[in-house]
């Protein structure tokens, strides 16, 4: 996982997401549209996030240290929960504004700007969730895939802006704050499920089961008679996982030795996902 090429990433989409949040803030406030400006906090809280990820590539890239003997990695996944808490809370919000916007009965004013520049912002935006997906794929960052995935909502999101538009046109009013409310569920159901993911993460939880993928490995490796207690942590790209071999007991230590680093090099080898694993040896009873 690079961390620093991570981090270059998260600059350019920071970048493109507050050009995107300026611009339907804008005239989301002078349309006096509830759906544009709450997906306007939306992007502005994709920008936070990219902040957030910014600086927690930056610790994440450090090398272990005295007090951190398995690296830093782990920066990533918190700073994933933070974005997910927020984005949880700023959905209440929205909520707050929507049922506003019923009791006022205030009704958005929509103009030919208004619909560009929306257009405009979710053809950055596909730009963005492709590119970051791209990214994080190549890179293996929960971080940026889990990102990608949050601009692939913002643009759904987008979409039904404009779809609030046409039923103000069609003098249907209430759709407006609606559709808010709908953004609201959209946002509220991302934001637990980023903080659901990181969570299992930090508290070495399973994410990713690869035991079935480790006993076909073993059964390959000439000399090992078999395996139990395998189990792992951490997430994809960062995983440390530990399994005890059980070896024929008339084995010298020098051949045991040379199956053990054959076992860790086939496994780190057909699952780049697990960094670091520790073997045990045990004789064959």
């Known amino acids: 996982m690079s961390y620093r090429k991570a981090r270059k990433t998260l600059i350019l989409i920071l970048s493109l997401n507050l050009a995107v949040a300026l611009a339907k803030g804008i005239f989301g406030t002078l349309s006096g549209s509830l759906s544009m400006v709450s997906d306007a906090l ?8 990219n902040i957030l990820g910014i600086l927690a590539m930056t610790i994440s890239m450090r090398d272990s240290d005295r007090n951190h003997h398995y690296g830093h990695g782990k920066f990533e996944t918190l ?20 049922y506003l916007r019923f009791k006022s009965g205030a009704v958005p004013v929509i103009s030919h700007v208004t619909v ?3 257009l405009l912002t979710i053809a950055v935006n596909i730009f963005v969730y492709r590119y ?10 929960s971080f940026l895939i889990a990102d990608s995935m949050h601009t692939k909502s913002d643009i759904y999101v987008s979409l039904s802006v404009l779809c609030s538009f046409l039923f103000v046109k069609l003098d249907i009013y209430f759709v407006d704050p609606l559709l808010s409310i709908l953004i609201a569920g959209m946002i509220i159901r991302m934001g637990t499920k980023i903080i659901r993911e990181s969570v299992t993460i930090l508290t070495d939880g399973v994410l990713i089961e690869c035991e079935d993928d480790v006993g076909e490995i073993l059964r390959k490796i000439e000399g090992v008679r078999g395996y139990h207690k395998f189990r792992c942590r951490g997430k994809p790209g960062e995983m440390y996982a530990e399994i005890h071999l059980l070896l024929d007991s008339s084995l010298t230590v020098g051949e045991a030795h040379e199956i053990s680093d054959e076992v ?3 496994i780190k080898e057909k699952l780049p996902i697990i960094k670091e694993i520790t073997v045990h040896i045990e004789p064959e009873k």
């Open 132 to 141: 970051e997906m791209n990214k994080g794929s190549q890179l293996g960052s």
């Open 42 to 49: 939306h992007s502005f809280l994709d920008s936070f996030s």
């Open 264 to 266: 860790e090099r086939r």
């Open 79 to 98: 700073g994933t929960l933070l974005v997910g808490t927020i984005i949880s809370l700023t959905a209440l919000w929205i909520l707050r504004e929507a």
């Open 116 to 118: 560009i520049v929306m």
